[in-house]
């Protein structure tokens, strides 16, 4: 009686399981690859060939200079993927690092951009994937793993480098639990350098552990085990805050609402000049665009649909309200200049839940409604935000990264070499960032 009770418990909660996280229908393949292959494509050429992109190729950014890249020159590979830096590990920008280090020095720039936008590119691919059975739509889909390359606020502060992938990866490895006829041991390697190079992912634990009870369960299992290890690390390492400012709740709000409703649809640059002018409206105006396709899912939506809906709605909030709580200071205070530009990275991913919601609830709403036509307009409304968001995103008349190239890093360090200076000083983006490895290594 017992071993009955314990299977239907099973079968039941399997059950449930299956009706959250549906299985896909098997996609032609041919079709799928072909079309898979032009989106890579497409995604990679956007990356690095818009003006910010392509000023990448030659300006290194940050830790992808500092910390992976010293490090791959400086000491062993297992010693770097196990060594942790603000507090979590880094195991991907670190493979990536000991593969940059293999190239000649004066490709690193370039080896880091085309990486990050290839591994970027790499999301967008599993969200289109992974959620046909959550989207009928597939012009829906396709606008979803998008967003993934085109959203503005991610093609600033976190284009093609290493350093923030971490955001990406956070939402990549969102859909990448939820797919379910996923090939097994890529998904499952994907989800195992996330978990252990975003310190974020400790929120996609409920997702796994509903996938432990439906077939398939080598990813889920390949991630929780991957997020034991960098929880452990977590719990042992050291990292230094940003500031000791005291948190406020009310700036914490404010500012969640402007980086993720009002910079889902504007971008990050475009908030300093319409908050000071329109105030408090601009985010009643946001909210009112991402509230009206939200309601029609839920009460359109099936259960997997709600489900999708309200985990993706909480994510965003977690998220944001999160990053902003362990990393406040008060050049986060919405009344400080430019707004939300400070911790610009902080809106990507719950700007990309919050897309996951809205784009459930347009799907969702049944086609002979009254209520369509509200949420077709809300729909034609979004998408008109986000394309104009984006080609504001593209006349921006100067890059990104105005300082030092790469090759004139690299030449400045050999002259001082040449000259007699025991290491070479390597310096790169953003201003006063720079690493010293020895001369033999420039040469």
Request: with cysteine.
């Amino acid at each position: 009686m017992g071993d009955r009770l314990v299977v239907m418990t099973a079968q039941r909660t399997g059950a449930l399981a299956d009706s959250v996280v549906p299985l896909p229908d098997e996609p032609r393949h041919e079709l799928t690859w072909l079309g898979m292959t032009a989106a890579f494509v497409g995604a990679l050429a956007f990356l690095l060939l818009i003006p910010p992109g392509w000023s990448r190729l030659d300006h290194l950014w940050a830790e992808d200079g500092a910390r992976f890249m010293v490090d791959a020159v400086r000491s062993p590979v297992l010693e770097n993927l196990v060594d942790p830096y603000g507090g979590y590990l880094h195991a991907l920008p670190r493979l990536v690092a000991q593969l940059v280090a293999l190239l000649p020095i004066e490709w690193t720039a370039a080896g880091f951009a085309i990486c990050a936008a290839v591994l970027r590119a790499s999301i967008a691919l599993i969200t289109f994937a992974a959620s046909k059975p959550y989207l009928r739509s597939a012009p829906l889909r396709f606008a979803l793993a998008a967003l993934v390359v085109v959203l503005p606020a991610g093609n600033s502060e976190t284009l093609n480098n290493m350093a923030n992938l971490h955001w990406f990866l956070l939402y990549g490895a969102f859909w990448a639990l939820l797919w379910r006829n996923a090939p097994r041991v890529p998904i499952a390697l994907f989800v195992v350098l996330a978990a252990l190079s975003s310190p974020l992912v400790f929120v996609l634990a409920p997702i796994a552990l509903v996938r432990l009870f439906q077939p398939r369960r080598v990813v889920p299992i390949a991630f929780l085990g991957a997020l034991v290890v960098q929880g452990l690390t977590m719990v042992f390492a050291s990292r230094t805050p940003y500031s000791h400012d005291a948190v406020d709740p009310v700036q914490v709000f404010l500012a969640s609402l402007l980086r993720v409703p009002v910079v889902a649809f504007t971008g990050s640059e475009r908030v300093s000049q319409f908050y000071p002018a329109q105030g408090n409206l601009l985010i009643l105006a946001a909210l009112l665009a991402a509230a009206v396709p939200i309601a029609a899912g839920l009460r359109f939506g099936d259960r997997a649909g709600r489900t999708l809906l309200l985990v993706a709605g909480a994510y965003s909030v977690i998220v944001v309200v999160a990053c902003l709580v362990l990393n406040w200071s008060a050049a986060l205070q919405v009344q400080a200049p430019e707004a939300v530009m400070a911790g610009q990275r902080y809106s990507i991913a719950p700007c990309l839940f919050l897309f996951t919601a809205i784009f459930v609830g347009l799907d969702a709403t049944p086609a002979r409604t009254w209520e369509r036509v509200v949420v077709m307009g809300s729909r034609y409304l979004i998408g008109l935000l986000v394309v104009v968001s984006i080609f504001a995103h593209l006349r921006v008349p100067k890059t990104v990264l105005t300082g030092i190239p790469w090759d004139e890093s690299l030449a400045r360090a050999r002259a001082n070499c040449a000259a007699g200076a025991p290491e070479a000083r390597l310096e790169h983006e953003p201003q006063d960032w720079f690493f010293v490895v020895p001369c033999e290594s420039v040469r």
